[in-house]
């Protein structure tokens, strides 16, 4: 999984 530059990559991942 690659790293996106945003705040709120957990949460994102999470509800992607």
């Known amino acids: 999984m690659r ?3 945003i ?3 957990s949460c ?3 509800t992607a």
């Open 12 to 14: 994102y991942s999470s």
């Open 3 to 5: 790293k996106p530059q």
């Open 7 to 9: 705040p709120n990559f």
